[in-house]
T-cell receptor, first 114, second 114 residues
Framework: DAGVTQSPTHLIKTRGQQVTLRCSPK?????VSWYQQALGQGPQFIFQ???????QRGNFPDRFSGHQFPNYSSELNVNALLLGDSALYLC?????????????FGPGTRLTVL | SQQGEEDPQALSIQEGENATMNCSYK?????LQWYRQNSGRGLVHLIL?????REKHSGRLRVTLDTSKKSSSLLITASRAADTASYFC??????????????FGEGTQLTVNP
């Protein structure tokens, strides 16, 4: 059973560019959440997608947007990149409808903005 | 913003010793979860304890929860060098649908010396 997968593993961009990160949830999971983890800190919630809609959103600007596809996979888009967007981006999947509380995390995408 | 604080920020012990990490949080919760992270990689789910539970065990792990003090502790017994990692507590806030956003603490860096 494949766990949560994310691509790419690493990414280097320059300020002002746009980036798209991808996530495939664990088999049978219908909900995808995205988190940003700056170096030396705990992850911070960006948003959560369920049934192809943004269900909850954290304190992140509109430059951060996302999408969920019918197969439950998800994308995170960040526009007009800033140096401060450099971080590990983590995707987590879960089963909302089944009431499962545990979120399973992928290996993350390390984004460096120069 | 971070929900909770972990204590200590860093802990160094010898193999075979026990390691105790503490977590405090601010708001009422549905559950509290502990995760492990190795060298800036993905988060591995360790254990979940619900707000109506006081103690839970899983292998060498023991978690306690005191909702009156809004605090939890994670005990790792008979530690091994492979336990070296960062440990995070995360809360699922009461009042939101279970399985919603997780709010993480800053983490405890555990080093187990062989």
């Amino acid at each position: 059973d494949a766990g949560v997968t994310q691509s790419p593993t690493h990414l280097i961009k320059t300020r002002g560019q746009q980036v798209t990160l991808r996530c495939s949830p664990k088999s049978g999971h219908d909900t995808v959440s995205w988190y940003q983890q700056a170096l030396g800190q705990g992850p911070q919630f960006i948003f959560q997608y369920y049934e192809e809609e943004e269900r909850q959103r954290g304190n992140f600007p509109d430059r951060f947007s996302g999408h969920q596809f019918p197969n439950y996979s998800s994308e995170l888009n960040v526009n007009a990149l800033l140096l401060g967007d450099s971080a590990l981006y983590l995707c987590a999947s879960s089963i909302l409808a089944g009431g499962t509380d545990t979120q399973y995390f992928g290996p993350g995408t390390r984004l460096t903005v120069l | 913003s971070q929900q909770g604080e972990e204590d200590p920020q860093a802990l160094s012990i010898q193999e075979g010793e026990n390691a105790t990490m503490n977590c405090s949080y601010k708001t009422s919760i549905n559950n509290l979860q502990w995760y492990r992270q190795n060298s800036g990689r993905g988060l591995v789910h360790l254990i979940l304890i619900r707000s109506n539970e006081r103690e839970k065990h899983s292998g060498r792990l023991r978690v306690t929860l005191d909702t009156s003090k809004k605090s939890s502790s994670l005990l790792i017994t008979a530690s091994r060098a492979a336990d070296t990692a960062s440990y995070f507590c995360a809360t699922d806030a009461f009042g939101e649908t279970s399985g919603s956003r997780l709010t993480f603490g800053e983490g405890t860096q555990l080093t187990v010396n062989p």
